[in-house]
Each structure stands twice: as structure tokens, then as C-alpha cells.
């Protein structure tokens, strides 16, 4: 194996890597792989300004439409066009693992680990005007900040964020008011109705609103910890909705028929494939990396979320489920997984932070 160069990997994590047949070497691009940002729509015309503007050349990724890539010392936060949200930074393998779901305008679109919310965002644009991106995240601070991000995007307004668990979520997306039936409850008549929604409005209007929520859901939804609803998009389908129809629950068949065009699990995962996490821990200490990253209990927790056995394994609980084929991926900078159309995107070969992803399709029953 060759030298891990500038980083200096504390004995458990080379141990570690040694036993997984990785090459520490990889860790040694930290430094050269490049960052990436996607520019908005539209902002074409305005990309020399933007080079001028943060003093470096952005250079087009030539298999990933609307991505360049920077040098990484290159700090964008303070520069007017992140600001207004003309550019935001976003891993050249997390937009491939958008761009395998082909989302079309129109589709709606499930995103169940949401947080921070680059991909939401890039899926916001790729609907356009049309559908709609339901974005789920366990961890409420995180959801906030992805929040704070579709606004500050202004991609928000046709998206709904529920801090929920994204295992046992089932609220399907706002198609049309037809898909409504009422609900013969005690509520009825009583209900208040989603206004449009703000961040601004009173604390005492809100904790009002959270109330009401509350209790709808409660006498609502019970095969479920209600789903907290943090944000929606004037056009998300939610406002003019009583609570009782946004929770109400729905049959498999009927979930089926009217759930959702395509799903992203972006689930959590050890990290130690991803350089630039690794990289921070530089600063952080790499006793911290020796906690979090190689606590073997944490790890054994996440490889149930993720790794190709678990798409091993979901195949063969699931005869509805199918990998397809990635079609774009024959130009991208990417290699086979073990597993017959997955991909691994390994950060030496990509010159991204390295990604994995498996594209499931649901056949007819
Ligand atoms: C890799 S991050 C997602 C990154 C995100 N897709 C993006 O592009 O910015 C994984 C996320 O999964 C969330 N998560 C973990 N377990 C979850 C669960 N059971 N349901 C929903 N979200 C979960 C974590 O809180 C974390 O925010």
C-alpha cells in the first residue's frame, strides 16, 4: 500500500481499512479532488460574473449538466452569487444519484432522508412547475437547516418537509383535491384549514397551529407517530387542506395506486468512504473519528442501513423489486458494484467524495 500522504490516519482507521481491503492511499486526493456547484437554471449568461466574483474560473463537468467544479480552497459562502442562491455546493456523485432517478417535470417525489437538502434541492428544480418533492427527515435541526436552505433557494414552492421517521413514513403526495375523502370525525365542520405558511407569524399563533396539529394527528393518524410538519410551498398542495386530510391513512392498495413517482434514500452511513468527511476530522481530532467513525456498534448499526448486501438482501425479501440499469452512467466517471448496475463512485477514479448507488423499480403485481 502506498503512503497516505498529507493525512495523517490514526493506526485504528488504517487498521480498519486494511481489514476492509481499502487502500489508504485514496485519502491522499483529499487535497486535489475538486468542489462542485450547480448553477440555477437560467444563470448561464451570468457565469463570467460569477468567475469574476470569486476570482477562480469555474470549469463545466462535462457528464453532469448545470455542475462546475473549483478548486477546493475556494470559498464561495461570502460571494454574492451563493447568497442569492445563483450557485450552491453539491458533490458531483450526489447529483449522478439524483440524476439515476430521471425525475421529470411533474413527478412527485419522495426524498425520505432529506437533511441538509442538497438533493432536495436539485430535485425541486428538476420538477419546474409541475409535482411536487416531499422532503423527510428524523433529525429536526437538520430538516430546519434544509428549511432554511429550499427558502433561501426559492425552490420551496413545491415543497412540503415532515420531520418523521422515513421507515414507517405514509402520507402520500397532494395530486389533486379529489383524492380526498372526508373523514367522518368529530372534527369535521371544526377543522381549521392550512393557511398559507410563514415564519413570521406570532408565537402564540403558532403554538396555537402546533396544537391543533397536535391533536388532529392524535385522533387522526394512529398506526403512525404523526409526521411534524415543518414547512410547505404555497403551491405544495397543503394550503386550503383540512389536517385531518393531510393525515388521513390509506390502505396499501390505495397507497399504491397514488403514492409517489420516484423515491431517494439518501441513508446514513459510516462515512469513511467520503473523503472530505474524513478530511474534517483533521480538525475536529482524530480521536473523534476513532469515536464516531470506527465505534464498531455505530458502524454495525449503519451497515443495516447500508451497504450492497442490504441490496442484496431487499431483492430477495421483494419480488416486486428490480435494479435497473443506470443508463447516463456509461459516461460517468464510475465503476460496477459487486452487485450487476450498481455503482460506485470511488473518489480517486470520479474526483468526487465517493458515493454508492443501486436504482430500484417497482414491477407490477
Ligand atoms: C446522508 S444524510 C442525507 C443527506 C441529504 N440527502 C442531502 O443531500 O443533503 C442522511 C440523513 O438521514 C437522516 N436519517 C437517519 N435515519 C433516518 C430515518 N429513520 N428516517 C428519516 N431520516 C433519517 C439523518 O438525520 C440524516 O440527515
Known amino acids: 500500500m502506498e503512503e497516505t500522504a498529507n493525512l495523517p490516519l490514526p493506526d485504528a482507521f488504517l487498521e480498519f481499512l486494511r481489514a476492509n481491503g481499502i487502500d489508504p492511499s485514496i485519502y491522499a486526493a483529499a487535497d486535489s479532488i475538486p468542489r462542485y456547484v ?10 463570467e460574473e460569477i468567475e469574476a466574483e470569486i476570482k477562480c474560473q469555474l470549469q463545466r463537468v462535462e457528464w453532469l449538466p448545470g455542475f462546475y467544479s473549483l478548486p477546493p480552497h475556494i470559498q464561495i459562502a461570502s460571494s ?98 379529489s383524492q380526498f375523502r372526508s373523514c367522518d370525525s368529530d372534527l369535521e365542520g371544526k377543522e381549521e384549514r392550512f393557511r398559507e405558511w410563514t415564519s413570521r407569524r406570532p408565537w402564540k399563533e403558532r403554538k396555537r397551529a402546533a396544537r391543533a396539529l397536535e391533536h388532529a394527528a392524535s385522533q387522526l393518524a394512529t398506526k403512525f407517530d404523526s409526521p411534524e410538519l415543518i414547512f410547505y410551498g404555497p403551491n405544495s398542495g397543503i394550503v386550503g387542506l383540512k389536517k385531518s386530510e393531510l393525515y388521513q391513512t390509506l390502505s396499501s392498495s390505495e397507497f399504491s395506486s397514488c403514492g409517489y413517482d420516484k423515491v431517494l434514500v439518501d441513508a446514513e452511513c459510516t462515512h469513511d468512504g467520503s473523503i472530505k468527511h474524513v478530511q474534517k476530522f483533521e480538525h475536529w481530532g482524530w480521536e473523534t473519528l476513532n469515536k ?10 449503519l451497515t443495516l442501513l447500508q ?30 458494484g459487486r452487485i450487476s448496475k450498481t455503482l460506485r463512485f470511488d473518489p480517486v477514479t470520479s474526483q468526487t467524495s465517493g458515493l454508492f448507488v443501486a436504482k430500484f423499480t417497482k414491477l407490477a403485481t
Open 80 to 177: 454574492n452569487a451563493y447568497k442569492q442562491g445563483k450557485i450552491y455546493g453539491i458533490d458531483a456523485a450526489s447529483g449522478a444519484a439524483v440524476m439515476a432517478l430521471d425525475i421529470s417535470a411533474g413527478d412527485h417525489v419522495l426524498d425520505l432522508c432529506a437533511a441538509p437538502g442538497a438533493k432536495l434541492c436539485m430535485m425541486l428544480e428538476l420538477i419546474a412547475d409541475e409535482g411536487s418533492v416531499t422532503g423527510v427527515d428524523v433529525a429536526r435541526h437538520r430538516l430546519a437547516a434544509c428549511r432554511t436552505m429550499v427558502q433561501k433557494y426559492k425552490l420551496g414552492d413545491r415543497c412540503r418537509l415532515f420531520v418523521a421517521d422515513g421507515t414507517s413514513f405514509s402520507l402520500i403526495p397532494l395530486r389533486s383535491s
Open 307 to 336: 451497504n450492497e448486501d442490504v441490496v442484496q438482501k431487499f431483492l430477495e425479501d421483494n419480488e416486486s423489486a428490480e435494479l435497473k440499469e443506470i443508463d447516463p452512467a456509461k459516461d460517468w466517471p464510475c465503476r460496477s
Open 38 to 47: 450547480r448553477l440555477e437554471a437560467g444563470c448561464e449568461a451570468e457565469l
Open 292 to 301: 464516531r467513525v470506527l465505534n464498531a456498534e455505530r458502524t454495525d448499526d
